[in-house]
């Protein structure tokens, strides 16, 4: 089973987490962006924009952030961490 860690971080406090679970057989690549786009639906915030920075972060480290410079709309809080904390492969 494939689980992702979807915190949103103000202060350095914890405001809002939750995990997203996923046991399709996807590709991991589409198994994330399907529990970001939950994630996000579930916390009412727009789907954040993957930077150059962030792949890079995630791909050696399977765990990112996104800035307030990475949502569209004004965000409450500092930052969304995304981390997988189960993967099948």
Same mark, same amino acid.
């Given at each position: 089973?494939? =689980?992702?860690?979807? #915190?949103?971080?103000?202060? &350095?406090? @914890? !405001?809002?987490? !939750?995990? /997203? ?11 994330? !962006? &399907? $529990?970001? +786009? #939950? $994630?996000?639906? +579930? !916390?009412? @915030?727009? #789907?954040?924009?993957? @930077?150059?920075?962030? /792949?890079?972060?995630?791909? @050696?480290?399977?765990?990112? =952030? ?5 949502? /569209? *709309? *004004?965000?409450?809080?500092? %930052?969304? *961490?995304? +981390? /997988?904390?189960?993967?099948? %492969?």
């Amino acid at each position: 089973m494939f =689980r992702l860690w979807v #915190k949103l971080i103000s202060d &350095n406090h @914890l !405001m809002k987490d !939750m995990v /997203v679970c996923d046991d399709t057989m996807d590709t991991r690549t589409h198994k994330v !962006m &399907n $529990a970001i +786009e #939950k $994630a996000c639906y +579930e !916390m009412d @915030l727009s #789907k954040p924009i993957w @930077l150059d920075s962030v /792949v890079k972060d995630f791909q @050696l480290h399977a765990k990112c =952030r996104f800035t307030r410079d990475s949502f /569209v *709309e *004004e965000v409450s809080f500092d %930052y969304m *961490e995304i +981390e /997988v904390i189960e993967d099948d %492969y």
